[in-house]
């Protein structure tokens, strides 16, 4: 299959707290994924890391095979990303 969107290795902090501790993630074009966990388990973080709302401290993320930085929620709309 072809990668829609991944994350790799990311890291999301807020002063003292470890929101993302290197996580990664890999969907597929047209797979519904569904993210479940714990609370505090990352789940809205990734979503933010992916829309724009929050930069991560570390890792990479690429969409349609490109690596990109995803710095704003106009940018991720512009590229097709909305949650």
């Given amino acids: 299959m072809e990668p829609i969107i991944e994350l790799k290795n990311v890291t999301k902090k807020f002063g003292g707290i470890t929101a ?7 969907v597929d074009k047209g797979e ?20 724009g709302v929050h930069t991560p401290n570390s890792g990479k993320i690429f969409f349609k095979k490109n690596e990109v930085q995803i710095k704003s929620v106009a940018q991720s709309r512009k590229m097709g990303i909305e949650a």
Avoid: P, Q, R, Y
């Fill in 20 to 26: 993302l501790d290197n996580a990664s993630l890999h």
């Fill in 32 to 51: 519904v994924v569904g993210l479940i966990g714990d609370n505090g388990a990352g789940k809205s973080t990734t979503i933010k890391v992916i829309t």
